[in-house]
């Protein structure tokens, strides 16, 4: 089944103890991307990779690091959490980059940090 | 840098009515026009895309969008909704080229009557 999973689904942290959030693809998709969603805000692109080693920052960067070493994997990182990047997050994948394929999301991650 | 509207928070429709939800777009150039919806504790659906070519495009479950240029909107149209069309629906621009970054609106909450 052609997916995009995420995890772990819900995590609760400390401030300050580093985390990763793991996202993989089974469709050999070239695109992929992070988003924060909150309340009102509708959904906030974080970074985005347009293939293997290549990623770049979108609209809410701050906080939050990615690496993109294999085509599937496009893990998030924060390194150190506050509690303003308690989130619902979501990674997504496309097959294309050129902005005419639909994205693939993820279930989402529901973050809290305390 | 492109940018959605979706001017109303919520929509509430008797079950069997017609359903819309709107959404305009500010982007330079060609605009690719999404929509996807979002179900309680799930991640964001695809329902139809406008790339190029006629202006009204069909959809998932029964869901069509008309795209209109000079108003520079995107509307989400049903004939008739269902109680299962109950969730968060989301309005989408890429400014198409080289990259898929996705802008999206707020979401607009659609509650079905029964």
Redesign the interface.
């Known amino acids: 089944e052609a997916q ?1 999973t995420q995890n772990p689904r819900y995590l609760i942290t400390v401030t300050g103890k580093k985390l990763t959030v793991t996202c993989s693809q089974n469709m050999n998709h070239e ?1 992929m ?1 992070w ?1 924060r969603q909150d309340p ?6 974080i970074y ?1 990779s ?1 293939n293997v080693e290549v990623t770049d920052k ?1 609209d809410v960067p701050e906080g939050y690091k990615v690496s993109r070493k294999e085509k599937r994997n496009f893990p998030l990182i924060l390194e150190s959490p506050s509690p303003n990047q308690t989130s619902l997050y ?1 990674c ?1 994948s ?1 097959l ?13 991650t529901r973050l809290t940090v305390v | 840098a492109q940018s ?1 509207a ?1 001017p109303e928070d919520q929509v509430n429709v008797a079950e069997g009515n017609p359903l819309t939800v709107k959404c305009t777009y500010s982007v330079s150039g060609n605009p ?1 026009l ?1 929509w ?1 919806v979002q179900y309680p ?6 329902l139809l ?1 406008y ?1 190029t070519g006629d202006n009204l495009v069909k959809g998932s479950y029964g869901f069509e969008a008309e795209f209109n240029k000079s108003q520079t909107s995107f509307h989400l149209k049903k004939p008739s909704a269902l109680v299962s069309d109950s969730a968060l629906y ?1 309005c989408a621009v ?9 802008a ?4 607009n909450q659609v509650v079905v009557i029964p």
Do not use: C, D, H, W
């Not at chain 1, 009102?40 to 692109?45: E, H, S």
């Not at chain 2, 504790?41 to 695809?46: H, T, V, Y």
């Not at chain 2, 999206?104 to 979401?107: A, E, P, Q, T």
């Open positions: 995009v695109y991307s988003y009102g805000l509708g959904l906030r692109q985005y347009m979108g979501f997504a496309s294309y980059r050129t902005g005419n394929t639909e994205a693939f999301f993820g279930q989402g | 959605v979706q690719y999404f996807y504790n799930r991640g964001l659906q695809f895309k790339i989301f890429t400014p198409g080229g080289r990259n898929n970054r996705l999206f609106g707020k979401g």
